[in-house]
């Protein structure tokens, strides 16, 4: 299970509507998320997401539109008290500030707190059922994008079998992992015949800030969903540039090059009230896009 | 011409669509805020306040519900490309937290932004038409509330008898501000005569975070409005206090014993939906209350 919540989908300032970045990653057992600009809390009631499931969040950068939201969401895990364990994941300046803000507040977390600050590219979080790893994107100031893999599904028994050849269930987890049986007679049974493959582990990435980059496209190689900001209409690439952004056929070529399932564009101007030219462009180069919409989750 | 529009009525965490405080302040010629909750942007826009009127931001403690919108805000002035000045009044340590945030993320303000350390009780802004003063309330750690007056009105011209006596129109301003005309052959003209009284000049306070403070009353007497935070329903005075926050009843007796004409009650427990007996019960003490609608206009 992996699945991706749109909480914003703006550039730097709030227009039509639309929020700045957050979004809200469902696994298998908890909830991420990345990026938090200002009023994710105030979306995270808005779409009834569960604030007490979500154990890790991740800051691509220190962009205000992308974590000013953050210090308002920890401050009120603490007026909710929330007691389990929070981990935040960033550029090392995050945690300097956090800590000033709540001296002045006067307030300590009620929760365990846990900052890791984000050094360099590779892996971040080794949890239960997923990986998140972090890489470099090309930006204004140092800015980092993020990959949640899903780790290798177990296979699935084919209960029938295991029981006509008379598995025990000690060995259940063995079969899972792909071992054949030897019975109690000495005969082995194939694997092929005792599970069947599970469905194949997904995995996202969350290009955050960048300008137009080729070697992102390596970096995202064969990933199922990808996002990719798109700032600015195909029309305005040198602006795009000036400014270390996007644009939609950019955002696009990525996803072509490097050959994922499919890919969401957000991080929208807010120069543009609508943004249908922003779709239609992107998928003339990668047919397989859709508009990052707040409020949709999209399944991976 | 003296109003306040309530941006945010919430305590401090966002709930039942209601905001964090921060309020608007319309004076003759521009626009002041009054503290800046999370997503203070969003609710400018929401009830399209001209952002580029507020010149002057007061913040009156560094609790987050007060003052994280600030830091967006004043980075969205930034990216609209505002170049006219920009005054802001607060608790010294806001100084340091802003240059951090703008170092981090590599912005120079393009418009002259001045902060104003407040230290001690009095006069912070004398403008044309308006002063504004501060005032220490009781709260858990340092908060300031307050007053806005405006200036003396000026006389109004009956510009009928005016004409009648000739008075030169180099004479109209001493006119308006009370003298007598002595006209060329000596005679003294009344100067209740050539000129009528003006509506009398109004004043708010705003009485930010407070425990129930009697002394409150004395600073805001007689003024014509007042806005007293009320957090917590009557039978809650032992939590208000012990939060250093105030209950429906205690605002009302603060109004009462001020002698004040009008009393606005906001700051609302996350705890509470429906607002009407924070209304009923205060108007049991003081009957010209008024609970902080967002998106209101009170006219001063």
């Given at each position: 299970m992996l699945a991706v919540t749109i909480l914003g989908n703006n550039s730097a300032i709030p227009a039509f509507g639309r929020h700045p970045t957050s979004q809200i990653i469902t696994t298998a057992d908890e909830l991420l998320m990345f990026d938090c600009g200002e009023g994710t809390q105030i979306q995270i009631l808005n779409y009834r997401i569960?604030?007490?499931?979500?154990?890790h969040i991740f800051i691509s950068h220190l962009h205000g539109d992308h974590y000013f939201g953050l210090i308002g969401l920890l401050s009120s895990f603490a007026l909710l008290g929330r007691i389990q364990p929070l981990h935040l994941y960033g550029p090392a300046p995050l945690q300097e500030l956090i800590a000033l803000q709540l001296k002045l507040a006067d307030t300590k977390l009620p929760y365990e707190f846990t900052f890791h600050p984000i050094k360099?590219?590779?892996?971040l979080l080794d949890a239960k059922h997923y990986t998140v790893e972090c890489f470099e994107t090309k930006h204004r100031i140092p800015c980092w994008g993020f990959i949640i893999r899903e780790k290798r599904n177990l296979r699935k028994l084919n209960i029938d079998q295991v029981r006509t050849y008379e598995?025990?269930?000690?060995f259940y987890n063995r079969l899972q992992n792909g071992e054949d049986y030897i019975s109690a007679d000495g005969t082995s049974i194939k694997n092929e015949l005792l599970t069947s493959e599970n469905s194949k582990p997904k995995s996202y990435a969350?290009?955050?800030?960048?300008?137009?980059?080729?070697q992102l496209a390596k970096i995202v190689e064969q990933i199922d969903l990808i996002y990719h900001e798109?700032?600015?209409?195909?029309?305005?690439a040198e602006k795009a540039a000036e400014r270390f952004h996007s644009t939609t056929k950019q955002a696009a070529a990525i996803a072509l090059k490097a050959n994922v399932q499919k890919l969401l564009i957000g991080h929208f101007?807010?120069?543009?009230?609508?943004?249908e030219s922003f779709e239609l462009e992107a998928r003339e180069i990668f047919s397989n896009t859709e508009l990052a919409r707040e409020g949709t989750t999209y399944l991976v």
């Open positions: 569960k604030r007490s499931r979500i154990n360099e590219q590779g892996l598995v025990p269930v000690t969350f290009c955050a800030d960048t300008i137009y980059d080729e798109s700032t600015y209409p195909a029309v305005f101007s807010a120069k543009f009230e609508h943004l």
